[in-house]
């Protein structure tokens, strides 16, 4: 074997050497002049709850970190989302009332956050060697769940049966019949016989959670059409209704298979573009009214909301051009030409 390749350093001008005479400091310097957090926002359990908790160790955590945290359901991991400390060398820090103001324009009372917990270390690499174990048996967890369920003949789907990291809880969500709209709502399940089973078999305290064709997509799903995760799954809190009319206002097609998300039901996207398309089409003339164009008056034909187009029908020449909602004029067009007798037809 040759000789090994020995390593230069490359060399450190006077100037980059002196913390005094540099523009920026280095990351390691940076890391060094970060102070603690006080109270960090942690996203934790199945349903991405998100809690504000007080944290009072010395390491500093980043955005992403995990997290062991204790919640009303006891210790679990979480994952750090950002601060909500007086720690202005920290980036990613934000004030409690920007957080506040966040929640309410994203759910109000509906959006699932809580303060009742602590955040109580970094999550060990033991901590993360028993939670993907956890993880890794979540399918055994489900089949199991699923055969009792079924020993008792229920009409229940189990979505998803959450263990947490101390092992204090189990959580069941289940999902029940589909309602129709047009009949009464049929009676809750009786899933105790279920819960006594699944208490015995985990020596824990069980809880259960009905939820809906929307919420299971959150639990199960990943991508949507659009090559996204979902909605829902990603960065949506509070699943709101969406109604057909967020589809029309949108120029959406009307086939269902085109316009239904991942749960079945119309896409969430649709709501949340709704308002945007909604002060965008205001924008833009009815159609068949008359508008001044730069090649002269015509009759509106159609609009293309997203892009601000109208589509224009010129008296001139009767061709339809495109104008971009700018361009047209803001002089009062005459009336429309009356329009050419139709042709008399011969017997």
């Known amino acids: 074997m040759g000789a090994a390749m020995s390593i230069i350093p490359l060399p450190m001008f006077e100037q980059d050497s002196d913390p005094a005479r540099r523009d920026a400091m280095t990351d390691a310097e940076i890391y060094a002049n970060l102070k ?46 950002t601060t909500t400390c007086a720690n202005g060398s920290c980036s990613k820090s934000i004030s409690r009332s920007e957080m506040l103001k966040f929640i309410e324009n994203s759910g109000g009372r509906d959006y699932p956050f809580t303060q009742e917990g602590e955040v109580l270390r970094i999550a060990t690499t033991e901590d993360m060697t028993r939670w993907n174990a956890f993880q890794s048996a979540a399918k055994d967890r489900r089949d199991h769940a699923r055969e009792i369920v079924n020993k008792y003949k229920l009409n229940v789907k189990v979505v998803e049966v959450e263990v947490i990291l101390g092992g204090e809880t189990v959580t069941m969500l289940w999902m029940g019949p ?60 509070v699943l709101k209704p969406v109604s057909m009319k967020s589809a029309k206002i949108q120029k959406a097609t009307m086939d269902p298979l085109k316009i239904s998300g991942r749960c079945g039901r119309l896409m969430c996207c649709l709501r949340y573009e ?25 009759t509106v034909i159609d609009g293309k909301i997203l892009v601000q187009l109208v589509l224009v029908r010129l008296d001139s020449d009767n061709k339809e051009v495109a104008f971009p909602f700018e361009e047209l004029l803001s002089e009062t067009p005459p009336p429309a030409p009356p329009s050419a007798p139709p042709p008399n037809r011969r017997n």
């Open 36 to 81: 603690p957090p006080t109270s960090i926002v942690v996203k934790f359990g199945a349903m991405r709850q998100v809690g504000e908790f007080p944290y009072k160790g010395d390491a500093k955590p980043g955005c992403g970190s995990r997290l062991v945290v204790h919640t009303t359901r006891g210790v679990e991991i979480g994952e750090m989302l």
């Open 274 to 298: 709704d308002k945007t398309y909604e002060e965008l089409s205001k924008r833009l003339p009815k159609k068949n009214s008359r508008v001044m164009t730069t090649d002269g008056p015509g």
């Open 178 to 237: 589909e309602v129709n709209p047009n009949e009464p709502p049929p009676p809750r399940p009786d899933i105790s016989g279920v819960m006594r089973e699944l208490e015995q078999h985990y020596g824990a305290r069980v809880f259960d959670r009905q939820v809906g064709a929307r919420d299971e997509a959150r639990l199960t799903a990943d991508y949507e059409k659009c090559g996204q995760h979902c909605c829902c799954k990603n960065f949506l809190k």
